[in-house]
Nanobody, 117 residues
Framework: QVQLVESGGGTVQSGGSLRLSCAAS????????MGWYRQAPGKERELVAS???????SYADFAKGRVMISRDRSERMLYLQMNNLKPDDTAVYLC???????????WGQGTQVTVSS
């Protein structure tokens, strides 16, 4: 089992920055990849960015050039640096951890990000 706890959300003005953190605990050695998703009211959950254990990153088109995902060497902390935030970025941001076993994954409880215009 893996537990994920996000932090770092808040309210910022358009054009501002935030750094989200996700602390992983438990059997972290089974994690093969981690990612950040977001879900706005009335919308489906969508991937923002992901990173594998080999350090391979992937970004949604809306995130490219504004967002950077990183993981520390202990592999217990995941980060999401978000710059030039826009009101459309307002959502709950959730941390996700996947394993090599199909459909085995874990989610954090989410952290609210609100961008005011």
């Amino acid at each position: 089992q893996v537990q994920l706890v996000e932090s770092g959300g808040g309210t910022v003005q358009s054009g501002g920055s935030l750094r989200l953190s996700c602390a992983a605990s438990g059997t972290v050695r089974v994690i093969s990849a981690m990612g950040w998703y977001r879900q706005a009211p009335g919308k489906e959950r969508e991937l923002v960015a992901s990173i594998t254990n080999l350090g391979i990153t992937s970004y949604a088109d809306f995130a490219k050039g504004r967002v950077m995902i990183s993981r520390d060497r202990s592999e217990r902390m995941l980060y999401l640096q978000m710059n030039n935030l826009k009101p459309d970025d307002t959502a709950v941001y959730l941390c996700n951890a996947k394993t090599l076993v199909e459909d085995v994954e874990w989610w954090g409880q989410g952290t609210q990000v609100t961008v005011s215009s």
